[in-house]
């Protein structure tokens, strides 16, 4: 508990602009010198079921989505069913036409050793598809009658027969859902012990990624509906999942050098669709644009959107639906344009986001998110890069999908952008 009232001080500080920028000149701040890492290019990733389709009228929009990672199969499906060959084949197609690294996850809820390692098997010796990622379950927190004990049980023999298949694939888990970083509401069995935690102890020496979910909404089911004022106060919580997810790790596992990833995400986990600020909503677009670049702020090194397609009648969550591309599809159109160095980027201004990128060109890129009704003015500040010319403009607002406008003067060192809107410039090396 202390650790987290820790994290939160730490994130209302920046929001309070106590942070590099004093408070009277609070603005945007870029560091082009000050290089984070590099960013994975599968915090781009999504979930893919088999209950799902890529429409034939959408196969044009799927080729293009920028979807990295595809996720199969998402949900609990996974462990009320045995993935059969045929599955993994279409699977592997949907991957090649959209252009993304896939990943899998076998049964553990009904699940055997010799199964999973049958199904690395196929996948990757006979039919050579060579899937370096793979899950053992999902959310084993929700499963009936379910305790840690038993997931530490059937877990480890489950990798490391899979393991013995192919040694050089890559483990991720738990995949346990609802966690914030917040051990007072973290999933907990039975028993009252802690899932990521119980979980690490028994099984950190195998595991090369540490995974959890998160959908912050709707908190219950007696109050389901949710606005545009909720999801724009709920993303500073997304500044305190991985950090405390690193410091479970370090302190049972002694290491500080395992990657984390958020493997299902989305603003709900209902089937809610149509509101103001339900999955398949524009501001849900505008929300999770602001809440992907603070996981890649954290250096998560898989992000998963849940999920890639979904009709009405399923829920708003797809990116695609069954005839037309949702809002959030053309987050990911804008951050196709994004670097892939991370640099240094604060805002001290309420509402207002900045996160930043070196691309492979030289260029600098700057991600601008006001989550704000109303359009904001604000100063910038860019060190480290001369700014010599106009920066190129692309926005997502009302009024433009993932647009380009004209080139913009940024050399005033001010900015000023719609409401409701994720802008990228993008800044060429003199």
Same mark, same amino acid.
């Given at each position: 508990?202390? #650790?987290?009232?820790?994290?939160?001080?730490?994130?209302?500080?920046?929001?309070?602009?106590?942070?590099?920028? &004093?408070?009277?000149?609070?603005?945007?701040?870029?560091?082009?010198?000050? /290089?984070?890492?590099?960013?994975?290019?599968?915090?781009?990733?999504?979930?893919?079921? !088999?209950?799902?389709?890529? !429409?034939?009228?959408?196969?044009?929009?799927?080729?293009?989505? %920028?979807?990295?990672?595809?996720?199969?199969?998402?949900?609990?499906?996974?462990?009320?069913?045995?993935? #059969?060959?045929?599955?993994?084949?279409?699977?592997?197609?949907?991957?090649?036409?959209?252009?993304?690294?896939?990943?899998?996850?076998? #049964?553990?809820?009904?699940?055997?050793?010799?199964?999973? &390692?049958?199904?690395?098997?196929?996948?990757?010796?006979?039919?050579?598809?060579?899937?370096?990622?793979?899950?053992? %379950?999902?959310?084993?927190?929700?499963?009936?009658?379910?305790? @840690?004990?038993?997931?530490?049980?059937?877990? #480890? !023999?489950?990798?490391?027969?899979?393991?013995?298949?192919?040694?050089?694939?890559?483990?991720?888990?738990?995949?346990?859902?609802?966690?914030?970083?917040?051990?007072?509401?973290?999933?907990?069995?039975?028993?009252?012990?802690?899932?990521?935690?119980?979980?690490?102890?028994?099984?950190?020496?195998?595991?090369?990624?540490?995974?959890?979910? $998160?959908?912050?909404?709707? $908190?219950?089911?007696?109050?389901?509906?949710?606005?545009?004022?909720?999801?724009?106060?709920?993303?500073?919580?997304w500044n305190l999942i991985l950090p405390a997810l690193r410091a479970v790790i370090k302190e049972t596992t002694?290491?500080?050098?395992? !990657? /984390?990833?958020?493997?299902?995400?989305?603003?709900?986990?209902?089937?809610?669709?149509?509101?103001?600020?339900?999955?398949?909503?524009?501001?849900?677009?505008?929300?999770?644009?602001?809440?992907?670049?603070?996981?890649?702020?954290?250096?998560?090194?898989?992000?998963?959107?849940?999920?890639?397609?979904?009709?009405?009648?399923?829920?708003?969550?797809?990116?695609?639906a069954r005839y037309e591309v949702r809002p959030t599809y053309y987050t990911y159109q804008l951050y196709q344009?994004?670097?892939?160095?991370?640099?240094?980027?604060?805002?001290?201004?309420?509402?207002?986001?900045?996160?930043?990128?070196?691309?492979?060109?030289?260029?600098?890129?700057?991600?601008?998110?006001?989550?704000?009704?109303?359009?904001?003015?604000?100063?910038?500040?860019?060190?480290?890069?001369?700014? @010599?010319?106009?920066?190129?403009?692309?926005?997502?607002?009302?009024?433009?999908?993932?647009?380009?406008?004209?080139?913009?003067?940024?050399?005033?060192?001010?900015?000023?952008?719609?409401?409701?809107?994720?802008?990228?410039?993008?800044?060429?090396?003199?």
């Open positions: 508990m202390v #650790r987290y009232l820790l994290l939160l001080l730490f994130v209302i500080s920046l929001v309070a602009g106590t942070g590099t920028l &004093a408070q009277e000149d609070a603005g945007l701040a870029v560091d082009a010198g000050q /290089v984070i890492g590099p960013i994975s290019p599968y915090v781009y990733g999504s979930n893919f079921g !088999p209950l799902q389709v890529v !429409p034939v009228d959408l196969i044009e929009q799927a080729k293009v989505s %920028g979807v990295s990672m595809l996720r199969f199969p998402g949900g609990r499906w996974g462990d009320q069913n045995n993935i #059969r060959h045929e599955q993994i084949d279409a699977f592997m197609r949907t991957c090649e036409l959209v252009g993304a690294e896939p990943s899998i996850h076998v #049964r553990l809820e009904g699940g055997t050793p010799e199964a999973a &390692a049958e199904l690395v098997q196929y996948t990757n010796v006979e039919k050579g598809y060579d899937v370096k990622y793979w899950a053992i %379950g999902n959310e084993p927190n929700l499963f009936d009658d379910y305790t @840690t004990e038993d997931l530490n049980r059937e877990w #480890r !023999p489950i990798a490391e027969a899979m393991l013995e298949v192919d040694p050089n694939i890559i483990l991720i888990g738990p995949d346990t859902s609802q966690y914030s970083g917040n051990p007072d509401t973290d999933p907990r069995d039975p028993e009252g012990r802690d899932w990521v935690r119980e979980f690490l102890l028994a099984n950190g020496d195998l595991v090369d990624i540490v995974a959890v979910h $998160r959908y912050p909404f709707p $908190r219950s089911m007696s109050n389901p509906i949710i606005t545009i004022d909720d999801l724009r106060q709920n993303v500073t919580e002694g290491r500080d050098d395992i !990657p /984390v990833a958020v493997t299902e995400a989305n603003s709900h986990w209902s089937s809610s669709i149509g509101g103001e600020a339900t999955p398949d909503s524009f501001y849900n677009a505008i929300w999770w644009a602001d809440v992907l670049g603070r996981l890649i702020q954290d250096q998560s090194v898989i992000v998963n959107y849940f999920d890639f397609q979904s009709h009405g009648g399923r829920g708003g969550w797809g990116l695609l344009h994004f670097g892939t160095e991370l640099v240094f980027s604060e805002s001290t201004v309420a509402d207002l986001s900045i996160y930043a990128a070196l691309r492979d060109d030289g260029a600098l890129t700057l991600l601008v998110v006001n989550l704000a009704d109303d359009p904001q003015t604000s100063s910038l500040e860019v060190a480290n890069f001369e700014i @010599t010319g106009p920066a190129e403009v692309w926005r997502l607002d009302a009024e433009h999908m993932a647009e380009q406008l004209d080139d913009e003067d940024l050399s005033g060192f001010e900015i000023t952008v719609p409401g409701q809107s994720a802008t990228l410039y993008i800044l060429q090396p003199s």
